[in-house]
């Protein structure tokens, strides 16, 4: 591994960074999670243009060939928001952080947005709201565009707590991120994040650079298969979006007491199978515990418009008691920035999720079998339990290419309401681990069970806020359709083989 490091070092001066040098810290830090920032890669190196990662790609495949496939591992990482150790880290090899590659570009006449796969969403919507402009993106600002809209980098979304209390619950000092991924706050106009991409700029594993649109005749599979495909088939250097006006809008959070569960669950109930659901409104909803400073619901809630009452919100501005509101009208980039408020990095994290068809008795089982699970974790120190829910409705379904092709709803007008339930955990010693993991992934499997026996579990499941070990490709045509388009991009397996990261095809 010496030799190699050397090697890139040669031929990408100032750019590769060992043990010793403040750049390595630097990439270091910018992990969300403590299992990433464990991690100690033999380097990191941060290419600047898509010339230096053609140069990087087809220096490890060289080097794979010739002393065998797996013999040099390397990780790509964006923004560094996977939680699971080894997501977008990797010991004793090489990571390619790519943060330099983020460049802006904004065509107004086309209405089209080039962005380089390291910028973050917070950069981007600090470029696009001078131009009362939007792309579907992450719900928090530090996020990385290129794990989001890959579908491979996951963000949680936690009741986090400060120590101040209130009556019990957590006060307006309370800490949480959003989640993100391929949904959006926009999801109800445009579909998911993927869906809104028109050209993928991709280094092959040749070191090939090819620049692919949905309707180019040669590169049509690999297309579609980069929507929600991770990091299986090359590395995306930069994205061509579809973008639309946008001004400013309505965001923010409400924040109840734990004892206002059942009206909290028939709102949420409402809301996700409604027949006349607003696809300018947005939610997670989430309930909570913190071992150290109580309990209680969030509902994150955003409009699109500059309507701060509209019809679709009331009844959870109504909801009491309230213990924080903090909804009001803002742009998406004071949004963003409110969340980052509320974020922790570098601590311990867990997230794991599932789906299931709505229903109103599933989602109390789901709450009594997060609670029952609350007892096995809460002697952790500074645990944090949570689970969010978010409604994929079928107005999101019929706006989003991505979801037709998963669910294949004939006709689309028939979709069903899907909930994606997700569970995500923080805590601060590194010893509790295995625990944690260990009980996280019992409660999903608990409600995996449940809707299995109603007969509402998906085929689903969100690649954005999966755990390592969850088969997030499944067993069926798509995985086989994807692992002949590797085939075709990839013959070598350089991806599957020496990227360890992520979920993989094979």
Not at 2 to 9: A, F
Not at 189 to 217: F, K, Q
Not at 253 to 276: D, W
């Amino acid at each position: 591994m010496e030799q190699h490091v050397l090697d890139l070092s040669h031929a990408l001066p100032s750019k590769v960074f060992g043990p010793e040098n403040k750049g390595y810290i630097e990439s270091l830090n910018k992990y969300f999670s403590a299992q990433e920032r464990q991690i100690r890669p033999a380097c990191f190196i941060r290419p600047q243009n898509t010339a230096d990662v053609a140069l990087i790609v087809s220096y490890l495949s060289r080097v794979n060939e010739l002393h065998g496939i797996g013999s040099v591992k390397f990780a790509i990482c964006s923004g560094g928001h996977g939680c699971f150790a080894g997501s977008a880290n990797i010991s004793d090899g090489i990571t390619i952080d790519l943060q330099g590659l983020n460049s802006i570009e904004i065509d107004e006449d086309s209405l089209q947005v080039s962005i380089g796969t390291g910028a973050s969403w917070g950069e981007v919507y600090r470029t696009l709201d001078p131009f009362a402009l939007a792309v579907p993106g992450g719900r928090h600002s530090q996020v990385g565009v290129g794990g989001l809209t890959l579908g491979g980098k996951i963000i949680l979304l936690r009741i986090a707590a400060e120590l101040g209390q209130v009556d019990g619950i957590v006060d307006s000092s309370y800490r949480r991120l959003k989640k993100s991924g391929g949904l959006s706050h926009f999801s109800g106009h445009v579909g998911l994040v993927c869906d809104n991409v028109l050209e993928y700029e991709v280094v092959l594993a040749s070191g090939s650079t090819v620049h692919i649109r949905e309707n180019d005749p040669e590169h049509s599979d690999l297309f579609r298969a980069l929507r929600g495909g991770s990091n299986n088939f090359g590395v995306i250097t930069c994205f061509v979006f579809r973008a639309f006006r946008q001004g400013r809008l309505c965001g923010g959070n409400l924040m109840h007491p734990i004892e206002t569960r059942y009206q909290q669950l028939q709102t949420f109930y409402n809301f996700a199978c409604g027949a006349s659901y607003d696809p300018s409104a947005s939610l997670i909803h989430s309930f909570g515990m913190s071992a150290e400073s109580g309990s209680g619901f969030v509902n994150g809630i955003v409009y699109t418009k500059p309507e701060c009452n509209p019809a679709v919100i009331r009844p959870f501005l109504k909801l009491e008691p309230i213990y924080l509101n903090t909804f009001r009208e803002l742009s998406l980039t004071e949004l963003t920035r409110e969340q980052d408020s509320f974020n922790e990095n570098g601590i311990h994290q867990i997230m794991i999720a599932t789906t299931y068809y709505l229903n109103l008795p599933l989602l109390h089982h789901t709450y009594d079998l997060w609670q029952a699970s609350y007892d096995s974790v809460h002697d952790y120190t500074g645990i944090i339990w949570s689970i969010s829910l978010q409604p994929i409705t079928p107005t999101i379904i019929r706006r989003s290419p991505f979801l037709q092709d998963i669910f294949r709803t004939t006709p689309v007008e028939n979709a069903k309401p899907v909930i994606i339930a997700q569970l995500t955990g923080s805590w601060k010693h590194s010893q509790d681990t295995t625990a944690i993991e260990n009980a996280a992934q019992k409660l999903v499997g608990d409600i995996d069970l449940a809707a299995r026996a109603a007969d509402l579990q998906t085929e689903y499941l969100y690649l954005n806020y999966a755990h390592a070990g969850q088969n997030v490709f499944g067993e069926g045509e798509r995985r086989l359709w994807l692992r002949q388009v590797s085939k075709k991009y990839d013959p070598s397996g350089i991806f599957q083989r020496c990227v360890p990261g992520g979920f993989k095809l094979f």
